[in-house]
């Protein structure tokens, strides 16, 4: 694994605006752990930077990891010995392997001590995305839906309208077709499916379907709603001509003005834009409704959560943490990156970001999604990394177009049961 570790020397600058946090009593130093600092390392950097102007005894050493998934295997190593990391921001669908092994800390209690959560702009909804095995084992810090990112240059050369870009998938799979037919080395679109379940679920969700059944006994996505999600993708590969990409060819794709259509959560907005540069005229607008009354759209994004055994530490990283996830912490986060927030006080108050998203239009497809938001499904017990991986090995043979729906969708939900823990009595 590539760790990369910066420390960040505390700054004695007065203070802009102060938290609802104390000052550190003495001089502590944290070990801070994130995942794609490709994508969030902007936003982690200015939040620290101003978390440091109100506590310049509090100093951070910042380790990384290319992914959530090897973020997950450092913390759970290190649990297993003895414990570096103080604080870790986890993805949303790993957290509850941390609640059930007991790393996790319960957070309400240091919330409690602060008067009433809501107040400080940690609404229900927002704490629901990090509570599992009955605790609150981390306070959301991003969020995220998956949007379309579009070359509008190619959709008009393809006869489409970059003004009023299709709504449903019919739609969306002809468009992808004609720019695909304008030649010269060009795609029309590129579906995320490689990396984690998260994309299918988006596909999933869209349909009105859900992972596991109530109890969590059994799979519940090999209904007509699995089935639907998965004729779709194939849909897209036969009708849309969508290539067989890993995710980061893709991008480099997309920003050589070479693909239409990229769909791709909102976190990687900023550095799009960034990739882009003038190369063509880029927009983003919303998924294709699927279902419009039972449709949903899976939650990415991170949470932090309390590792420390330190008491001094710990403090020390819990004030972090709530400044990272405060309203103002919220407001630096969604300015650096693309994450939709995370504190119920910057989405209700105009005065922190509304000014922001009239000046970025870009950032909107998020936001008007927003309603139908869901927490990204996390499978119980000790299997849930190969579950995904089982997902998306499957997934792959459509793309390939190695098997049906049909098969896929059966070879899918006979191994994804096969590691479910199994029922206890």
Do not use: C
Request: glycine share 8%; aromatic share 10%.
């Amino acid at each position: 694994m590539s760790l990369q570790r910066r420390t960040l020397a505390a700054a004695t600058t007065a203070t802009l605006f102060a938290p609802h946090v104390l000052r550190a009593q003495a001089p502590v130093e944290i070990t801070v752990h994130y995942a794609q600092p490709f994508i969030f390392k902007e936003s982690y950097d200015a939040i620290a930077a101003e978390f440091a102007r109100r506590e310049p005894n509090i100093r951070i050493t910042w380790v990384t990891t290319p992914n959530y998934e090897e973020g997950m295997q450092l913390i759970l190593r290190q649990a297993a010995t003895q414990m570096q990391v103080d604080l870790s921001y986890q993805g949303f669908n790993r957290l509850r392997i941390f609640a059930e092994r007991g790393i996790a800390q319960d957070l309400l209690p240091l919330l409690q001590r602060e008067g009433d959560p809501a107040r400080h702009g940690y609404s229900p909804n927002i704490l629901s995305l990090a509570h599992f095995g009955g605790m609150q084992a981390g306070l959301a810090y991003a969020a995220s839906n998956p949007i379309i990112y579009y070359n509008a240059d190619l959709v008009r050369r393809a006869g489409g309208n970059p003004d009023a870009m299709p709504t449903d998938w019919n739609g969306t799979l002809a468009l992808s077709a004609r720019i695909k037919a304008l030649g010269g080395g060009t795609e029309g679109m590129f579906y995320t499916w490689p990396g984690d379940d998260w994309m299918f679920s988006a596909l999933l969700f869209g349909h009105g379907g859900r992972m596991l059944s109530e109890d969590e006994r059994d799979i519940a996505f090999a209904g007509p709603e699995g089935l639907g999600a998965l004729r779709l993708l194939d849909r897209m590969v036969k009708e849309g001509g969508m290539p067989n990409l890993t995710r980061e060819a893709a991008q480099q794709a997309f920003a050589a003005g070479r693909l239409g259509m990229f769909f791709w959560t909102t976190a990687a907005l900023r550095g799009t834009i960034q990739q882009v540069g003038r190369n063509f005229d880029l927009r983003t607008t919303v998924m294709p409704v699927i279902d419009p009354v039972r449709g949903r759209l899976p939650t990415g994004g991170a949470a932090g959560m309390l590792t420390s055994r330190d008491a001094a530490k710990r403090e020390a990283a819990w004030k972090f943490l709530r400044f990272s996830t405060s309203v103002e912490g919220t407001t630096l986060m969604v300015q650096n990156t693309g994450y939709v927030p995370t504190n119920q006080l910057a989405i209700d108050e105009p005065r922190w970001l509304t000014e922001f998203y009239r000046a970025n239009p870009l950032f909107q497809a998020a936001t008007r999604q927003a309603n139908i938001m869901i927490p990204w499904y996390a499978f119980p017990g000790a299997n849930s990394v190969r579950v995904t991986q089982t997902m998306v090995d499957q997934q792959a043979r459509i793309v390939e177009q190695r098997a049906t729906p049909e098969a896929v969708l059966a070879d899918m939900a006979a191994e994804v049961r096969r590691l479910l823990p199994r029922p206890r009595g």
